[in-house]
C-alpha cells in the first residue's frame, strides 16, 4: 500500500521561503501524477500545484504561480514544493496527494487516490 508522507512546514516570515517534501513509500509512483493542496481555517481544501510522472508537465494554482516551484525526484520517491515569497495568505495545511492511475484530472482532489497527513505553514506578516 502507498503511503506519502509531507514534512519541511514550519513558521516563516512574509518574503520567506519554505521547501516542502512528500517522500512515498510502499510502491514506485514513477508513473503517477503528485499534487499538493492546501487548507486553510474555514476554507475547503484547495488545489496548489501538479507535477506528472516524468516531470514535463507541471500546474500551478494563479494564487502561487511564478512563486511556488514543484518538482519531482522519482529515483527518490520523492515530490517537492519550494515556496517562495510567501504571504500571510499562503497561511494553511499543505497535503500531498498521489494518483494511483494517471488520470486527465489534475487540478481536482478527486482526481487523488492517497493523501498525507498534512504539514503547517505559517506565514507571519
Known amino acids: 500500500q502507498v503511503q506519502v508522507v509531507e514534512s519541511g512546514g514550519g513558521l516563516v516570515q512574509a518574503g520567506g521561503s519554505l521547501r516542502l517534501s512528500c517522500a512515498a513509500s510502499?510502491?514506485?509512483?514513477?508513473?503517477?501524477?503528485m499534487g499538493w493542496f492546501r487548507q486553510a481555517p474555514g476554507k475547503t481544501r484547495e488545489f496548489v500545484s501538479a507535477?506528472?510522472?516524468?516531470?514535463?508537465?507541471?500546474y500551478y494554482a494563479d494564487s502561487v504561480k511564478g512563486r511556488f516551484t514543484i518538482s519531482r525526484d522519482n529515483a527518490e520517491n520523492t515530490v517537492y514544493l519550494q515556496m517562495s515569497s510567501l504571504k500571510p495568505e499562503d497561511t494553511a495545511v499543505y497535503y500531498c496527494?498521489?494518483?494511483?492511475?494517471?488520470?486527465?484530472?489534475?487540478?481536482?482532489?478527486?482526481?487523488?487516490?492517497?493523501w498525507g497527513q498534512g504539514t503547517q505553514v505559517t506565514v507571519s506578516s
Open positions: 510502499g510502491r514506485t509512483l514513477r508513473n503517477a501524477a
Open positions: 507535477i506528472r510522472w516524468n516531470g514535463d508537465m507541471t
Open positions: 496527494a498521489a494518483q494511483a492511475v494517471d488520470r486527465i484530472a489534475i487540478r481536482t482532489a478527486g482526481a487523488y487516490d492517497v
